[in-house]
């Protein structure tokens, strides 16, 4: 399994790392920038900001924190490990900590900030809100998708934590905080974090069961 999700990580990493290359080149993709935000704007209204702006902040670290907690540690509870926890704290660590370098590499300027909602001073790609949320949720599927029976359960787990990545990501654009590609790379940065760390820390494996002499 851990190499699964390795070779997972690795796609998506390469799919952040192209999309970068296409951003500094002015590419193909990168053409979707200026459509994208331009559609951010035109569904503005001062009666959705308020819930966007709320929906935002679900993206940083506090809020992140706490949704990590109310999965990971009723499961160490459940299943005597460790492991979830640290897993879900390293999820929600690692992944700011590889968009803030990203940042830094790339040094992408924002959108204007004459039409934004929103103008953080640091460079823009990747969108770290999108990558962070992105992290959370695929680290949050992979312990439903071990801890859940149900099917249905497990669809509907995945279903709500790609919501929240996804809304996460959009209202980013809506904002004017970020391109497209920014969150698209997010997307994919965060999923392959949460990925390399679940092969890594292996938060589904359980301690073995005391024997009793007999």
């Given at each position: 399994m851990s190499r699964r999700l390795?070779?997972?990580a690795a796609v998506l990493a390469g799919l952040a790392v192209a999309l970068g290359a296409d951003v500094l080149?002015?590419?193909?993709?990168?053409?979707?920038?200026?459509p994208a935000k331009a559609l951010g704007e035109r569904v503005r209204s001062s009666a959705l900001t308020p819930a966007v702006r709320f929906a935002s902040d679900l993206g940083t670290t506090p809020y992140r924190a706490v949704l990590a907690a109310l999965v990971a540690v009723?499961?160490?509870?459940?299943?005597?490990?460790?492991?979830p926890v640290v897993y879900a704290a390293a999820v929600v660590g690692v992944a700011p900590a590889v968009s803030a370098?990203?940042?830094r590499l790339v040094d992408r300027p924002r959108p204007p900030a004459a039409e934004a909602l929103e103008h953080p001073l640091d460079p823009s790609f990747p969108s770290g809100h999108a990558t962070a949320s992105a992290?959370?949720?695929?680290g949050l599927a992979l312990l439903a998708l071990v801890a859940l029976r149900s099917a249905w359960a497990r669809v509907a787990a995945v279903a709500a934590a790609g919501a929240f990545a996804l809304v996460v990501g959009l209202t980013r654009i809506?904002?004017?905080?970020?391109?497209v590609t920014d969150v698209l790379a997010g997307w994919c940065t965060g999923a392959a974090v949460a990925l390399a760390l679940a092969?890594?820390?292996?938060?589904?494996l359980r301690p073995p069961r005391a024997?009793?002499?007999s």
């Amino acid at each position: 399994m851990s190499r699964r999700l390795l070779f997972a990580a690795a796609v998506l990493a390469g799919l952040a790392v192209a999309l970068g290359a296409d951003v500094l080149a002015h590419g193909l993709v990168s053409r979707l920038d200026e459509p994208a935000k331009a559609l951010g704007e035109r569904v503005r209204s001062s009666a959705l900001t308020p819930a966007v702006r709320f929906a935002s902040d679900l993206g940083t670290t506090p809020y992140r924190a706490v949704l990590a907690a109310l999965v990971a540690v009723p499961l160490a509870v459940r299943w005597s490990s460790w492991r979830p926890v640290v897993y879900a704290a390293a999820v929600v660590g690692v992944a700011p900590a590889v968009s803030a370098s990203t940042k830094r590499l790339v040094d992408r300027p924002r959108p204007p900030a004459a039409e934004a909602l929103e103008h953080p001073l640091d460079p823009s790609f990747p969108s770290g809100h999108a990558t962070a949320s992105a992290a959370l949720a695929t680290g949050l599927a992979l312990l439903a998708l071990v801890a859940l029976r149900s099917a249905w359960a497990r669809v509907a787990a995945v279903a709500a934590a790609g919501a929240f990545a996804l809304v996460v990501g959009l209202t980013r654009i809506y904002l004017g905080a970020h391109w497209v590609t920014d969150v698209l790379a997010g997307w994919c940065t965060g999923a392959a974090v949460a990925l390399a760390l679940a092969a890594a820390v292996r938060p589904w494996l359980r301690p073995p069961r005391a024997v009793n002499p007999s």
